[in-house]
């Protein structure tokens, strides 16, 4: 089975991996050579991260590594594909670009994923040339870690193909967990933005520090996170992008003032998050990962 990776950016490269120990043929595809340079140095690195801790012996990340090829050429990349997951920028032009691209490369059989964490499928669907062998299947961050496949297909989507999909999510060893409807923000965004977007605010005005407010959420929980350092971990400028998207299309002008803070103190002055090695908290040793954090 081959999967083609559309966008080997933070979470392309992730998934790349995550199919590649489950024994898929993977073609990374990127706009950007260097974001492929940039993959493929994270995928050895995620490998040499794999061995150390045990989850494959030296042999199986080799045979992993060996599996993935990196593709500026969509046509090379798209060869005999039999699933897109696709995870380019968060921006309507970029996607519909990407799915006019794999619509005119990829063989009939190739069914079509996006990992859009804002977008609907049915408003994706127009820009790909077969809307019934097309669907959202988004993953948590690390995908190892996170484990869950989200997929939610849209009203135009062969039913047929969610079983497809759940042994797809097994094979590469996720959890499927299938939506019954469209839901923007799926089941887990759904449930995390309120609290990231409170914690934000609460930031923001001066009411608590970023490691208070993390360290009640971790305790109250009994989580290994808080919210602020989910927005670390999920990359500021995608978050910054989700809520812009939301401010500008579904009228949540209240985000404003969240995301002028994030553009000044972080995204001006190149703090990303994990991405960049530093964004609320510093890495790759944050406050939040040390014994003392909550005690
Ligand atoms: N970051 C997260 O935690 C997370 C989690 C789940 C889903 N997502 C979703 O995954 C997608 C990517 O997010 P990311 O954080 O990895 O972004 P990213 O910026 O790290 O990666 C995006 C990649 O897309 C590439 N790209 C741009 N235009 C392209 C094109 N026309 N064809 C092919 N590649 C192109 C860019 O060069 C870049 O490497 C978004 O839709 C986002 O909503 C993100």
Redesign the pocket.
Known sequence: MKALI???????SEIGFQCATGGLDVAM????QK?LETSRASHVAFAALFQREGRLTHAEASAALSRISYETDIAIAANDADIVSE????TWA?KE??YRALSAHCPPKTIFTT????MLPSDLAKFTDRPNRFLAC????PVWDAKLLEIMPHDGTDPELLDEIRAFARRIGLIPIVLLKEQAGYVSNSIIAPFIIAGLDLVMRGVATYDDVDRLWMFGTKSTYGPIAMVDL??IQ?VYN?LKNLSDTAGKTEFQPILAYLKQEFLDKGKLGVQSGEGFYTYPDPAYGRADFIS
Do not use: K
């Open positions: 559309a966008g080997a950016g933070v979470v392309g595809f990127d706009v950007s974001a995870s380019v920028t968060e970029i670009a990407t990992n859009t964490s804002t988004h993953v948590g961050r999920m990359g995608t989700g």
